[in-house]
């Protein structure tokens, strides 16, 4: 088998993992109205099917989900844009309490790159600034509590790599069965 062809098989399964584990987490039970109550399992007013069934499902759901989670963990770890527009400055960050530096963004700075599972293109508008926990963070760049990283901007173009230690804590509780942060779709 050619290094192509192992590729490909990879990326293909990864692709159909990450289908079953959508499939997975958007089933959800349809709630009906009280007109059908007589049809419930049970008859009239009755409880939720037995637990046995409600955690296998969980279990299945966990399994089946655990790869594309631990993905998209992964995917949280990293920060990395590049810009274009009028913005000048820089700014290194060692957790949220240890930032400092100075950015001016006037009118606005066209960002593109990897900021964990958001989108990956946003329009930055607010300047930051300051020293410590007085640091103003841009309100259009969402910062990790523990996050590491160094940006800089040369009045057309920008750049800010960075590493979040809280997700990457997030990602090895998550090898283990773990979801400290909360973010594993369900």
Do not use: C
């Amino acid at each position: 088998m050619t290094l192509r062809k192992s590729r490909f098989l990879v990326v293909l399964s990864l692709a159909g993992w990450l289908l079953i584990g959508a499939l997975v987490a958007h089933a959800q039970p349809l709630e009906l109205g009280e007109e059908y109550e007589g049809y419930a399992v049970g008859g009239p007013r009755a409880s939720a099917p037995p637990p046995p069934q409600a955690e296998q499902q969980s279990t299945l759901g966990f399994i089946l989900l655990y790869l594309p989670n631990r993905l998209l963990d992964a995917i949280d770890i990293f920060r990395v844009d590049a810009g274009v527009g009028v913005s000048v400055g820089a700014v290194a960050r060692v957790t949220r309490y240890g930032q400092v530096g100075y950015r001016s963004v006037s009118p606005f700075s066209l960002r593109a790159g990897l900021r964990g599972r958001k989108f990956p293109m946003f329009i930055e508008h607010s300047s930051e600034f300051g020293v410590g926990p007085g640091f103003l963070q841009s309100s259009d760049r969402e910062v990790t509590p523990a996050e590491i990283g160094i940006g800089a901007d040369a009045v057309l173009v920008g750049a800010y790599v960075g590493v979040s230690l809280d997700e990457a804590g997030d990602f090895l509780a998550g090898l283990v069965g773990f979801d400290p942060k909360g973010d594993d779709l369900q």
